[in-house]
């Protein structure tokens, strides 16, 4: 079965550098999005991608975040200038084509994002 | 925009039990409503989701229910086992557009 991949799996930081988070999502889906959880919360909207653009994104993506497509294949998330709140795994996910069967949502297996 | 509350936040119950968790949201708009299992340190995994169109669907073992008028939906897992025990998450969304996830219920499942 097809899987949403990402690497790394573990990320530690040091606060205010740059990290990327790469995603390789199921490769006929068309909508992206990246969701956190910080350890013990619940799952939380970050960014939606479409067609080369964001389609929404929440309050937590401040300035500080961007999204990319930069292949046919990956889709990355970076941070600027990491804070301690920022430490979380984030969770890449995708879905097919609106419809049916469209919104069902699939998850990668996330990166645990530590900032110290 | 989209609220979704989810109760019990825990829930311990006996193998063979049956165990339900409920959810309730804020947009009369949102229309499909899935359920996500989440096993310690790993990915959330879809077990069963419903559309506003449908009052009830039954997976096996699993059900989920949708009352629209109310706005609330909730998870029926029946004959429990040891494996049941996970967080689970509800989640709201008007399709095609983001999952607001519900804050999730931590169930165990006792032997």
């Known amino acids: 079965e097809p899987e949403v991949t990402q690497t790394p799996s573990h990320q530690v930081t040091q606060m205010g550098q740059e990290v990327i988070l790469r995603c390789v999502p199921i490769s006929n889906h068309l909508y992206f999005y990246w969701y956190r959880q910080i350890l013990g919360q619940k799952v939380e909207f970050l960014v939606s991608?479409?067609?080369?653009?964001?389609?929404?994104k929440s309050e937590i993506f401040d300035d500080q975040f961007s999204v990319e497509r930069p292949d046919g294949s990956n889709f990355t998330l970076k941070i600027r200038s990491t804070k301690l709140e920022d430490s979380a795994m984030y969770f890449c996910?995708?879905?097919?084509?609106?419809?049916?069967?469209?919104?069902?949502?699939?998850f990668g297996s996330g990166t645990q994002l530590s900032v110290l | 925009g989209e609220n979704v509350e989810q109760h019990p936040s825990t829930l311990s119950v006996q193998e063979g039990d049956s165990a339900v968790i409920k959810c309730t949201y804020s947009d009369s708009a949102s229309n499909y409503f899935p359920w996500y299992k989440q096993e310690l340190g790993k990915r959330p995994q879809l077990i069963i989701d419903i559309r506003s169109n449908v009052g009830e669907k039954k997976d096996q073992r699993i059900a989920v229910t949708l009352n629209k008028t109310a706005k609330h939906f909730s998870l029926h897992i029946t004959e429990t086992q040891p494996e049941d025990s996970a967080v689970y998450f509800c989640a709201a969304s008007i399709e095609g557009d983001k999952l607001i996830f519900g804050t999730g219920t931590r169930l165990q499942v006792f032997p």
């Open positions: 996910a995708s879905s097919g084509l609106q419809g049916a069967q469209g919104e069902k949502l699939f």
């Open positions: 991608f479409y067609n080369n653009e964001i389609s929404e």
